[in-house]
């Protein structure tokens, strides 16, 4: 059998504390994604490109449903039925549904942005202590790390992480306090801590390692992380607005044409 050596413990009493300072720095770094940069390149997104595209694709379920409105009342006139107008705009508004929940998401989309842009931005300084503090809480209380001297460690991560997400820098360091004075570094001795316990310790935590930093790799494929490059390319930015507009003048050469036909079957029928 073999007999753990002080040393060999010491080792891996060591690399176990620095998989918890890495897990602390990642949960720091995915959360920063999730509430710092993300909300900041959304605003960017949706006050530049996302207003133009919102736009048009109002102006596009406009003219689809004038366009399907006006095939609905050419198909009566060639029954030479007299058109149905509500029960049109009823079907109409059926089958164009999910179109239109988009056109209201995009349209809300902008204007959070608008709002977003106003608020005042905390102070680099504070910006910094703010982080500071959470990556220190999150070191205390997450899962994985957590002491069992802090009780409601959940609760208390939770606490901590609506309290970033608001830029509240007084409610994180009234919880940091609060931990502070709880909270005591968990004493690992060959004593007290099986050298099992700890070789399965380190491997939870390499575990969860793993899998933050591929949630970090997916947040960053995503929107909106992968338009960062367009935000900063004024000539990519000018020719994507060059193409809505050209979609958008399309869109109203068809929307009045198809206008016009469905002015002209309801005057037939002197709707």
């Excluded at 099992?196 to 997916?218: F, G, N, P, V």
Aim: with cysteine; proline share 2%; aromatic share 6%.
């Amino acid at each position: 059998m073999h007999l753990v050596t002080s040393v060999e413990f010491d080792a891996l009493v060591e690399r176990v504390r620095v998989l918890q300072n890495e897990i602390g720095e990642l949960v720091l770094s995915r959360d920063v994604l999730l509430f710092d940069v993300r909300p900041q390149l959304e605003s960017r997104y949706w006050s530049v490109i996302g207003v133009v595209e919102s736009a048009t694709l109002e102006l596009e379920l406009e003219t689809l449903r004038l366009r399907r409105k006006l095939e609905l009342l050419q198909a009566a006139d060639n029954r030479d039925e007299e058109p149905n107008v509500n029960f049109v705009e009823r079907k109409l508004d059926a089958e164009l549904k999910e179109f239109s929940a988009q056109v209201e998401v995009a349209k809300t989309k902008v204007l959070e942005a608008f709002a977003f842009a106003s608020t005042g931005a905390l102070s680099p300084e504070d910006a910094k202590r703010l982080r500071a503090l959470y990556l220190q809480l999150v070191k205390k209380l997450h899962p994985d790390v957590a002491s069992a001297a802090v009780s409601d460690a959940a609760f208390k991560l939770k606490a901590a992480v609506e309290a970033y997400k608001r830029c509240d820098l007084a409610a994180l360091e009234a919880l940091a306090l609060a931990v502070e004075t709880l909270a005591k570094d968990e004493i690992l001795s060959l004593e007290t801590t099986a050298f099992d316990e700890l070789l399965q310790r380190k491997a939870a935590l390499e575990k969860s390692r793993d899998q933050l930093k591929t949630q970090i790799e997916t947040i960053q494929d995503e929107f909106p992380f992968n338009v960062a490059e367009l935000l900063d390319d004024s000539e990519a930015i000018a020719k994507r607005l060059e193409e809505l507009r050209q979609k958008q003048l399309e869109l109203k050469t068809l929307r009045d044409r198809y206008q016009e036909r469905v002015e002209e079957i309801l005057s037939k029928w002197a709707i």
